[in-house]
C-alpha cells in the first residue's frame, strides 16, 4: 500500500507540476484578440496587457521611412465601424504589407496614441486555398 | 479521362464500403471467404485510388486547366518537380495523397499477415478502411478533385511561391507518411479490444508500423521547421504554431508510447494506458488534419476556412467515442497481473517519461486551441504565443533530458539505492564538471547550463552503455572491440537503436537551446562598400543587380564575409523576390552555416539608389539540430532493420502465441 501511495504522490507531483506551469504561463504570456472598435471601446479593461488587434491598413494611411525603419499607419475596423488606431512600428517592413490589407498589431495596451507596436504580422494575400471568386 | 478519375473516385468508396462491412460480417460469422474478399476489396480500393491520383497527376502534368485544381495550383511556367508538389499544395490533392498513402498502407499490412494474425485481420482491414472511407467520401461529396471550371483558364494561377522550394518537396509527404501510418498500429488495437486477444501480439505485429509513423512524423516536423529557418526568413525554425504544434502532439504521444510498450512486453502492464496512447496518438494525427483544414485556429499557414470542420470534428467524435466505449468494455479483461515494485526502477523512469511527453503534448494542445476555449467560457477571445509554450515545455524538456540519462542506470522492477549511488558517482560528475566548465567559460543561462550539463550526462551513460556491452561481448564471444560493437547491434537492434536515437536526440536539445538562448540579430542599413558587423563577423556590402524572368524577377545583394581575423570566408547573396503569378514577394535567405554556429543574412529592403537594409542573425549551433536529425535517422535504421535472426526469432514467438491462441 505505502508503495502504491509512493507512485501516487509522485505522479499527483508531476501533474501539479505541468498544471503549474500552464496556469501561470497563460496568465504571464496571454494576449488579448481585439478589432479595432473593440479595442477603441475598451476603457481600460485591457490595461496592463497585451493586446492583438486585427484591423485593415487605412488607404494613404502608410509612411515608411527606408532610412530609418520606421513605420506608421493608421488601421480602420475590417467590420466598418468608425474609428482608427494610428500605430508605430520599428522594424522591417514585412513582406505581404500594405494599404488596404488586413493586419494584425500586437503590443501593450496603450490609452495614448499612436499604439506601439511590437509586431505587425501580414496574412499571406494568396492562400493554399484560393478563395472562390477571388480575382487572380 | 477526367470522368476516369471521378469514376474510379466512387468505385473506391464503394469498395472501401463493402470492404468494412464483409470483413466485420465474416469474421463474426467465421466464414474465411466472406474474410478474403474483404482484404480483396481493401486492395481493388487501392488500386483504384492509385487510378485516381494517376488521373490528377497527368492533369498537373499536362496542364489540363479545365480542371479548377490544376488552374488554381499550376501553370504552364511551373518547373516539373514543382507541378508534381502541386498533388499536395491544395487541399482536395492533399486529401487524394492522404487516401492513396492509406490504401497503401492497408494493402501492405494485409499481404504481410496474409499468414499471420488472420484472427485480427478482418478488424484491422475494417478499422482503416473505415478510416480511408471517411476520406474518400470527403472527395466524393464534399471537395471533388475533378471539379471543371465553367470555362477553361488560359493559365494557372501557379503554385505559392512559398511552396516552391526543395524542403517544401519532402516536408508535406515525410509528414502524411506520418500522419498515415499511426492509422495501421490504431486499427491493430482497435482489432485487439473487438476480439478480446489483448496479449502483446497487437503490439509486436505493429511495432515496426509504430517506428515508421514515429520516424517519419519526427522527420516531417523536421523538414518542416528547415523549411521555416530557409524561407520564411526570421530567422527561427519554430514558431509554435498551431499546424506546427497539430504535427508535434502526435509525436509525442507517439514517443511516450514506444517507450511504455516496453513494459507491457517485458511486465504485461499498462496496458489500458497504451491503448490509451494509440487512441489518442490517431485522433491527434486527425486532429492535426482538422486544425490545418479548418482554419479554426488562424495560423501562419493560413489555410482560408474550407467547410471541412465539422466533418472532422463528427469524424473525431466518432473516433473517440468508439475507441473509448470499446475500452470501457474490455477494462476487465485489461487489468494488469503485476504492480510496479518500486519506485527506484527503470519501470517508474519510463512512467515518469510517458507522463512528462504526455504533459507536454497536453500543454501544446492546451496552448493552441486556448482561443477557442477561451472564447466558449468567457467570451473573449485570448491568445498565447510561443513564450507560452517555450515557458511551460522548456522545464518539461528538461526534465526528458535529465530521465534520459537516468532510464538506462536504473535496473528493472526494483533498483537498490547502494547500487545505483555506485552507476550514478561517474555520470553525474561528468555531468556535473561539463556544466561548471561551461558556467565558468561563460555560459551563464540557467537553462543552457542544465542543457549542457544533463546532456554530458547522457551520452557518458550512453556511452558507457555501449563500453561494457561491448567488453561484455568480447568476454563471451572473443573477437575485437569493434567486432563486439557490431555484434552489439545485431544482437540487440531495438535497445542499442533507441541509444542511438537519444544521441540525435541530445544534438537536437543543444542545437535548440544554444540557437534560442545565445542568438545574435541585428540590424544594418549601408550603402555600397560599407562594413557592418553581426555578431563576431565583418560583412561587407559590395553591390546588388535586378535579374528578371517570366517566372520572377529578383533584387540580389552581394556581401563579403570576413571573420573577426579580416579573413574573407564566403559570399553572400540576399534575395528578394516578386513572383508574378501570384504577385507575391518573397524574401531568399542567405546563410553559412558550421557547426559552431549559422550566419543568417535576409535582405530586408534596397533603395533606387543602392542603399540597402540586412537583417543579419548568428545561431549558435542551430547546426546540431539538423545533426541529431541525421543520427535520429541512423538509429531508427538500426532499431528497425529486419536482421535475419530477429525476424526468425519474431516468426517464431508468433507462433508459439498462435498456437496457445488457439488452444484457448
Redesign the interface.
Known amino acids: 500500500m505505502e508503495r502504491q501511495f509512493k507512485f501516487a504522490a509522485g505522479i499527483a507531483v508531476m501533474l501539479a507540476t505541468v498544471g503549474f506551469l500552464v496556469w501561470t504561463a497563460v496568465d504571464q504570456t496571454k494576449m488579448y484578440m481585439i478589432t479595432v472598435s473593440e479595442f477603441l471601446g475598451a476603457g481600460s479593461a485591457y490595461a496592463n496587457s497585451t493586446v492583438r488587434i486585427a484591423g485593415k491598413v487605412a488607404p494613404g494611411s502608410m509612411k515608411w521611412d527606408a532610412e530609418k525603419r520606421d513605420l506608421q499607419f493608421t488601421i480602420i475596423d475590417m467590420g466598418g465601424q468608425p474609428g482608427e488606431v494610428r500605430v508605430h512600428y520599428a522594424g522591417l517592413l514585412p513582406d505581404m504589407f500594405a494599404e488596404d490589407r488586413s493586419v494584425v498589431v500586437e503590443g501593450p495596451y496603450t490609452d495614448s496614441s499612436p499604439f506601439e507596436a511590437r509586431a505587425v504580422l501580414t496574412s499571406c494575400p494568396s492562400k493554399y486555398q484560393a478563395k472562390d471568386g477571388a480575382a487572380s | 479521362m477526367i470522368e476516369i478519375g471521378t469514376f474510379a473516385l466512387y468505385l473506391a468508396l464503394a469498395t472501401c464500403l463493402y470492404a468494412i462491412v464483409i470483413s466485420v460480417y465474416g469474421a463474426q460469422r467465421s466464414q474465411r471467404a466472406l474474410v478474403a474478399s474483404g482484404e480483396h476489396a481493401a486492395y481493388a480500393t487501392w488500386g483504384l485510388v492509385a487510378i485516381s491520383v494517376a488521373v490528377l497527376v497527368h492533369a498537373l502534368l499536362t496542364n489540363d486547366f479545365r480542371l479548377k485544381y490544376v488552374a488554381?495550383y499550376s501553370s504552364t511556367t511551373l518547373p516539373l518537380r514543382y507541378k508534381i508538389t502541386s498533388l499536395w499544395?491544395?487541399?482536395e490533392g492533399s486529401l487524394m495523397f492522404w487516401a492513396l498513402l492509406l490504401t497503401s498502407f492497408i494493402a501492405i499490412a494485409q499481404f504481410q499477415n496474409r499468414r499471420r494474425n488472420r484472427a485480427l485481420m478482418p478488424y484491422v482491414t475494417a478499422t482503416s478502411c473505415t478510416v480511408a472511407a471517411f476520406f474518400l467520401s470527403l472527395l466524393a461529396f464534399v471537395t471533388p478533385p475533378f471539379a471543371l471550371l465553367p470555362y477553361p483558364a488560359a493559365e494557372g494561377?501557379d503554385l505559392?511561391p512559398?511552396?516552391q522550394n526543395y524542403w517544401m518537396q519532402i516536408h508535406p509527404p515525410a509528414l502524411y507518411l506520418g500522419y498515415v501510418s499511426w492509422t495501421i498500429p490504431f486499427g491493430f488495437a482497435i482489432a485487439a479490444l473487438a476480439t478480446g486477444r489483448l496479449d502483446d501480439l497487437w503490439i509486436r505485429t505493429s511495432r515496426r508500423w509504430c517506428l515508421m509513423a514515429w520516424f517519419f512524423l519526427a522527420l516531417g516536423n523536421l523538414f518542416g521547421a528547415r523549411w521555416a529557418y530557409e524561407v520564411l526568413g526570421w530567422g527561427g525554425y519554430w514558431a509554435w504554431d498551431p499546424v506546427e504544434n497539430a504535427a508535434l502532439m502526435p509525436w509525442l504521444t507517439g514517443t511516450a508510447y514506444l517507450h511504455s510498450v516496453m513494459i507491457q512486453e517485458r511486465k504485461d502492464m499498462l496496458k489500458v494506458w497504451n491503448m490509451t496512447l494509440i487512441i489518442v496518438t490517431f485522433a491527434l494525427t486527425i486532429f492535426g488534419t482538422f486544425l490545418t483544414r479548418s482554419g479554426v485556429i488562424s495560423s501562419?499557414?493560413?489555410?482560408?476556412q474550407?467547410g471541412l470542420g465539422p466533418f472532422f470534428m463528427a469524424f473525431l467524435c466518432f473516433v473517440l467515442v468508439g475507441s473509448s466505449a470499446l475500452l470501457v468494455w474490455r477494462l476487465d479483461s485489461l487489468r494488469p497481473r503485476h504492480?510496479?515494485?518500486?519506485?527506484l526502477s527503470r519501470e517508474?523512469a519510463f512512467?515518469?517519461n510517458n507522463?512528462?511527453l504526455v504533459?507536454i503534448a497536453?500543454?501544446t494542445l492546451?496552448?493552441t486551441i486556448?482561443?477557442v476555449l477561451s472564447e466558449w467560457v468567457r467570451g473573449?477571445?485570448?491568445?498565447?504565443?510561443p513564450?507560452?509554450f517555450n515557458?511551460?515545455n522548456a522545464?518539461?524538456a528538461i526534465g526528458l533530458l535529465l530521465l534520459m540519462g537516468i532510464g538506462p542506470l536504473v535496473a528493472w522492477r526494483r533498483a537498490s539505492v547502494r547500487h545505483l549511488l555506485e552507476t550514478f558517482l561517474a555520470p553525474s560528475a561528468f555531468g556535473v564538471a561539463t556544466g561548471l566548465i561551461a558556467f565558468a567559460l561563460g555560459m551563464h543561462s540557467m537553462s543552457a547550463v542544465l542543457v549542457t550539463s544533463f546532456s554530458a550526462f547522457v551520452l557518458y551513460t550512453v556511452t558507457s552503455e555501449f563500453h561494457s556491452g561491448a567488453r561484455a561481448r568480447m568476454a563471451m564471444v572473443g573477437g575485437g572491440y569493434g567486432e563486439a560493437l557490431g555484434g552489439l547491434l545485431r544482437k540487440n537492434q531495438r535497445r542499442y537503436g533507441g541509444y542511438i536515437i537519444h544521441v540525435g536526440v541530445v544534438c537536437m536539445f543543444l542545437g535548440v537551446t544554444m540557437s534560442s538562448v545565445y542568438r545574435v540579430e541585428e540590424?544594418h542599413?549601408v550603402n555600397k562598400g560599407e562594413e557592418f558587423s553581426v555578431g563576431a563577423y565583418k560583412l561587407r556590402y559590395e553591390d546588388s543587380r535586378k535579374l528578371d524572368d517570366p517566372h520572377l524577377s529578383r533584387l540580389v545583394a552581394k556581401l563579403r564575409v570576413f571573420d573577426s581575423a579580416g579573413t574573407e570566408i564566403a559570399v553572400l547573396e540576399p534575395e528578394k523576390r516578386f513572383y508574378k503569378r501570384?504577385e507575391?514577394?518573397?524574401?531568399e535567405v542567405a546563410m553559412r552555416s558550421t557547426m559552431k554556429d549559422d550566419l543568417y543574412v535576409?535582405l530586408?529592403?534596397l533603395?533606387p539608389d543602392g542603399?540597402a537594409?540586412f537583417?543579419g542573425y548568428v545561431n549558435p549551433l542551430v547546426w546540431w539540430l539538423w545533426f541529431g536529425g541525421a543520427v535520429l535517422v541512423l538509429g531508427t535504421a538500426v532499431a528497425a532493420f529486419p536482421a535475419r535472426r530477429a525476424v526468425a526469432r519474431e516468426l517464431a514467438r508468433e507462433t508459439a502465441a498462435a498456437l496457445r491462441g488457439q488452444e484457448n
Request: positive net charge; hydrophobic residues 40%; proline residues 9%.
Open positions: 488554381e499544395g491544395g487541399m494561377t505559392n512559398l511552396l501562419v499557414h493560413s489555410f482560408t474550407s504492480k510496479l515494485d518500486s519506485l517508474s512512467l515518469f507522463l512528462l504533459g497536453f500543454s492546451w496552448g486556448f482561443p473573449v477571445k485570448i491568445t498565447v504565443g513564450p507560452f515557458r511551460v522545464p518539461l540590424l542599413t501570384p507575391q514577394p518573397a524574401t535576409i530586408g529592403s533603395d542603399k537594409t537583417q
